[in-house]
C-alpha cells in the first residue's frame, strides 16, 4: 500500500523557520508531481507550492520568496523549506503526489498524507 509519512511540524515564533519532509513508500513505479497544501482553522485547504519530476517548481503568492520545495526522486521524498514565518502561516500541512504504483498492473493515483500542524506564535 502506498503512504505519504510528514514530519517536521511544530511551534515556532514569527521569524522564524521550519522544515516539513514528506516520504513515500510502498511499490511505487514513479511519482510526478509532489506539493505541499495547508488548511487554517475555517479556511480551505490551499496549494502552497508543487514540483514536477523534473524540479520545476511553483508557489502560492503568499509564501513566493519565503519558501522553497525540493525533492530526491531516488528516495521518493519533498521537502519545504519555510524562511520568514508569519502568524498567518498557521495551518495544517499536507503532503501530496501523483503517485502511479504497481499492483497487479500499474494504477495512478492522488494519495495524502496525515497533516501536520504548523503554529507560528510568539
Known amino acids: 500500500q502506498v503512504q505519504l509519512v510528514e514530519s517536521g511540524g511544530g511551534l515556532v515564533q514569527p521569524g522564524g523557520s521550519l522544515s516539513l519532509s514528506c516520504a513515500a513508500s510502498g511499490i511505487i513505479f514513479s511519482i510526478n508531481v509532489m506539493a505541499w497544501y495547508r488548511q487554517a482553522p475555517g479556511k480551505e485547504r490551499e496549494l502552497v507550492a508543487d514540483i514536477t519530476k523534473g524540479g520545476i517548481t511553483k508557489y502560492a503568492d503568499s509564501v513566493k520568496g519565503r519558501f522553497t520545495i525540493s525533492r530526491d526522486n531516488a528516495k521518493n521524498t519533498v521537502v519545504l523549506q519555510m524562511n520568514s514565518l508569519k502568524p498567518e502561516d498557521t495551518a495544517v500541512y499536507y503532503c501530496?503526489?501523483?503517485?502511479?504504483?504497481?499492483?497487479?498492473?500499474?494504477?495512478?493515483?492522488?494519495?495524502w498524507g496525515q497533516g501536520t500542524q504548523v503554529t507560528v506564535s510568539s
Open positions: 501530496n503526489a501523483d503517485i502511479v504504483k504497481y499492483s497487479n498492473g500499474l494504477y495512478r493515483d492522488d494519495y
